[in-house]
Structures are given as C-alpha cells and as structure tokens.
C-alpha cells in the first residue's frame, strides 16, 4: 500500500489546498460582509421605530394622565364646593388617591391672594396674567415651575374652582412627578421632555445639556429619529411631538426615548465579536478537511513518480500497489502493466544479443540451445520450451 503524501513537499498539494482556502474563505467573508451590513440596518431601523414608536404611546400616556389629573381636581372642587366647610374641609385632602395623585393643592382667590391647601404657600407658583386669564377664560392651565431636583420640574396644574362663577377663584395642584412621569415604567430608555421651544421639564438624560444639533432636529420637526452624541455616550433615539396645547393652555411637548447605542444595537457587538472566531474556525476545518482530502486523493500521484524514478533508474520489477477504486487505481494498473511489458522487451533483446554472442563465439550448438531454454521462459512467460530440429 502507497504511505501518505507530505503536502507540505508538494506543489500541487499546496496549490490545492490554497485553493481550497481561498475558495472557502472568500464566501464567508463576503456572506459575513453582507449578512453584517444587513443585519446592522435592520437593527438600527428597528430600534429607530420601536424608539419612535414608544414616544408616542409614552406621549399619548401622558395625555391620559394629564386629562384624570384635571378630571380630579375638578372633581375636588366640586366636593369642596359642596361640602359645609367647603375650603376648611380637612378630611377632603386626606384621600390617599388624591395624594398619590397630587403633591400640593392650593387656591388663588379672586383678589389674586394665594393660599397652600397641604403644605406652604410660599410654594404655590404665581401666575401671570396671561395664565389666569387663560384659566378663567375656561381653559386648563399646565404650568413648570424650576424645583431643587435636577433634570425635574414642578409641573402644576390649574383650573377655575367654580366653572360657572370665573372670579371665585383658581384651584391649582401639584402633579405627583412618579404619576406623572411614571420613570419606573421606563426600563432601559432614557426620558425627556421638553416644551416646543426647547424648555425641558423632565429629563431622566445623564447629561442634562442636548446637543445645538440635535435640539434644532427636535424642535423643527414633528416626529423622528436621531443618532446623537449626548455626554460621554452615543444614543439612539426617536421623538414624538404631543399636542398638548390642543387640549390645555400649555405649550406642546416633545417626547423623546432614547437608548445607548451600546443597548440598543448589542446584537451588532456580539455579531462583530462572534464573527472572525467563525471564520478563523471555518479556515481551520477547511484547512483540515482539506489536507486530509488531498493526502489522499495526491498520494497515488507521489507513489506513480517515485515508479518512474526507479524505471528511470533501471528496476523494471518495480510495481505501483494503488488501491483507491478510481482513476489513479487505473492509471497504476496501466503503469504496471507497461513496466512489465519493457522488462519483458528488454529481457528479449538481451537474451537474443546472448544468443548472437554465443552463436558467434562458441561452436558448440548444446550451449547455445540450453541458453536459449533457461532464458525464454521467463521472457514469452511460458512454463515449457522445446527445440527442435
């Protein structure tokens, strides 16, 4: 049996394992290329929409809780209305609903006096006259005062206590910012809200200062997306503009969601570190695979050159044993069959140039017919000669 080839002494090997390589290696590394670029859109354009999308719902939420929070304290108004001690009715402003809801309650008399219901008047915001005369006018006002939180703001709101009578007076409460703004709610995205002309009253942001050209993008547009610098980290976004001032006498807010890109695109990163250990992996059991392959299939043609050496050399007995059930197989049975076929002619020629010689040398014809009888057998591969004469 033929013994394996050392491709590393081959060329063919070589080129072929190259080949092989290459060969694989290319689509990988174009499918990889692709399959990256593919996958990086998608990821960015999903968490764009899913970002959009969630600034709305978040904005359309926050609708909701701004459109109970009036509907209570009109409520309150109307109990405190109703009840005989009306203003002095303690027991009114005890209700736990009404305080998870509300953080303050006061009142803004018709004389513009101002006079905390739970806590100290100092606190209670003023109003301008443009505000309250949106108020009696029957509007609901929404007013952000600055508070000791950073990133916070205390938002109030306002309404006439008696809806009937302008001049009885305004009810105002402070909104409970956890109800409000529900951040416990948020997850991994980070919250900001801002008036339409770049006033923010809430931003859970680590760096409360929004980059000039991302500010220009929010407030030029309706609703969007963005990829922004924001601090020491790189975020995705999306942004949605409430109409608020269709429903109160308030300016619209803008929502914003935003995630670190970092979150928002980890499949990417685990994408760019599980990728080239894939391909390295993939050269590697090519590379194997291959090897092996070619060992195998390149052995017979080692084993065809080393017959031909010795041919070249003179052993004409020298026999290729190849047992690979293919061509190389053929082709060895073909070389065998030749070697044999030149020994034999060989053999012939030599033996009738003996033959001659003695002839030509020796005068005894017994010598010359026993040369002739110990040669021919092996060379006309027969197992009895006889002469005669």
């Known amino acids: 049996m033929i013994k394996k080839m050392p491709h590393q002494r081959n060329k063919v090997a070589r080129r072929i394992l190259l080949s092989f390589v290459v060969a694989s290696l290319i689509p990988v590394l174009v499918l990889g290329v692709l399959s990256f670029h593919q996958v990086s859109q998608q990821l960015y354009q999903q968490s764009y929409d899913v970002l959009q999308k969630s600034s709305k719902d978040y904005g359309l939420r926050l609708i909701d809780r701004l459109v109970l929070a009036e509907s209570a304290l009109r409520l309150l108004a109307n109990r405190i209305e109703r009840s005989n001690r009306g203003l002095r009715d303690q027991n009114l402003f005890r209700d736990q609903k009404i305080q998870k809801q509300f953080n303050d309650l006061a009142i803004i008399t018709g004389t513009g006096q101002r006079a ?7 606190m209670v915001p003023y109003l301008t006259k443009e505000e309250i005369e949106a108020v009696r006018s029957g509007l609901t006002l929404i007013k952000a005062v600055d508070s000791d939180e950073l990133g916070i703001k205390q938002i109030w709101i306002a309404l006439n206590f008696n809806e009937k009578t302008p001049d009885a007076g305004i009810l105002m409460a402070e909104l409970h ?11 991994i995205n980070q919250l900001l809200v801002m008036t339409e002309v770049g006033e923010s009253w809430f931003s859970s942001l680590p760096n409360q200062l929004v980059p000039n050209q991302l500010l220009t993008e929010l407030l030029d547009k309706y609703s ?53 250990p894939v391909i390295l992996l993939t050269v590697l059991i090519v590379a194997f695979l291959s090897t092996k392959l070619i060992a195998k299939y390149l052995s017979p043609l080692s084993a065809l050159k080393k017959a031909t050496e010795r041919i070249a050399d003179g052993q004409f007995d020298y026999q290729v044993e190849v047992d690979s059930k293919d061509e190389f197989e053929a082709l060895a049975d073909s070389f065998n069959e030749m070697t044999r076929r030149l020994r034999s002619q060989f053999e012939i020629q030599s033996t009738m140039a003996e033959i001659d010689r003695q002839i030509l040398s020796v005068l005894n014809a017994d010598e010359i017919v026993e040369t002739a009888l110990n040669r021919l057998p092996g060379i006309l591969f027969s197992d009895l000669i006889s002469i005669a004469k």
Do not use: C
């Not at 905390?116 to 100092?122: A, F, M, N, V, Y």
């Not at 910012?177 to 997850?187: I, Y």
């Open 116 to 122: 905390s219901l739970l806590g100290d008047t100092r």
């Open 224 to 276: 969007g997306s963005f990829n922004q610098n924001i601090g020491d980290n790189v975020y995705l976004g999306g942004f949605w503009q409430a109409p608020i001032g269709n429903m109160f006498a308030s300016p619209d807010l803008i929502i914003v969601h935003a995630q670190p890109k970092s979150i928002a695109l980890s499949a990417i990163d685990y994408f760019t570190k599980v990728y080239p």
């Open 177 to 187: 910012p956890e109800a409000l703004w529900e951040v416990d709610n948020m997850g």
